[in-house]
């Protein structure tokens, strides 16, 4: 079993790990396929995820139609840098409090 909580806040790999900063992989080589073991999303080797193939093409459609159809925010007014992001264990992690994003038409 591979620690991959850990691995995401491991300081030797990671700047600043505990901060959510998605701008850290605009510039980044890393590949999320199981090459990279800093990061692997959809596991790595024998067992590596089956949907990968599909997710990669998936959520960047499906993620890219939300963002250009919609304006964002989030439920109750929450400014984005005040969300709050404690998880819950469990046997994957969950957000604590779920985010509650509101589509607004544009
Ligand atoms: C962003 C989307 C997804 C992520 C992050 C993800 C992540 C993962 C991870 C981490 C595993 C465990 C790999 C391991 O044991 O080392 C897994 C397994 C699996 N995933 Fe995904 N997955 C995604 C989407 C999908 C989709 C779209 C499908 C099916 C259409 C799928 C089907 C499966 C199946 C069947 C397994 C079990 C494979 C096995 O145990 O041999 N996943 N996934």
Known sequence: MVNVWAIGRDATLWEDPLVFNPDRFMDSKMDVRGQDFELIPFGAGRRICPGLPLAVRMVPVMLGTLLNTFKWKIEGDVAPK???????FGLTLARLRPLRAVPLPL
């Open 82 to 88: 005040d969300l709050d992001m404690q998880d819950k």
